[in-house]
């Protein structure tokens, strides 16, 4: 019963910079790791960026460098600062928690478009 909501997708141009935001609501104790992941049509979904509940992050080879992973709201929440976008980045960005606990779920949000053109 745990929900994953994001915003702040939208249209940007290449070397732009925008920042994604995800929020959890239900029933949590507490959440061990939380990121995003993205996806073009046709394509695998593929890591962006996850952190962990002490701090540690792990980001995609291809936005390491550019991008940044932050837990928020006492760690039910995460943001994700893109900068320098490229047009590679164009995909549905999807928030992603694991081991949502009292009931160790996983839950994903419903995506947001970022698109990156001139």
């Known amino acids: 019963q745990v929900q994953l909501v994001e915003s702040g997708g939208g249209l940007v141009q290449p070397g732009g910079s925008l920042r994604l935001s995800c929020a959890a609501s239900?029933?949590?104790?507490?959440?061990?790791?939380m990121g995003w992941y993205r996806q073009t049509p046709g394509k695998q979904r593929d890591l962006v960026a996850v952190?962990?509940?002490?701090?540690?992050?792990n980001y995609g080879n291809s936005v390491k460098g550019r991008f940044t992973v932050r837990r928020e709201s006492a760690n039910t929440a995460v943001s994700l600062q893109m900068d320098r976008l490229k047009p590679e980045d164009t995909a549905v960005y999807y928030c992603?928690?694991?081991?949502?606990?009292?009931?160790?779920?996983?839950?994903w949000g419903q995506g947001t478009q970022v698109t990156v053109a001139p």
């Open positions: 992603y928690a694991d081991s949502i606990w009292p009931d160790d779920d996983d839950a």
């Open positions: 239900g029933n949590i104790f507490s959440i061990n790791d």
């Open positions: 952190i962990k509940r002490d701090g540690s992050t």
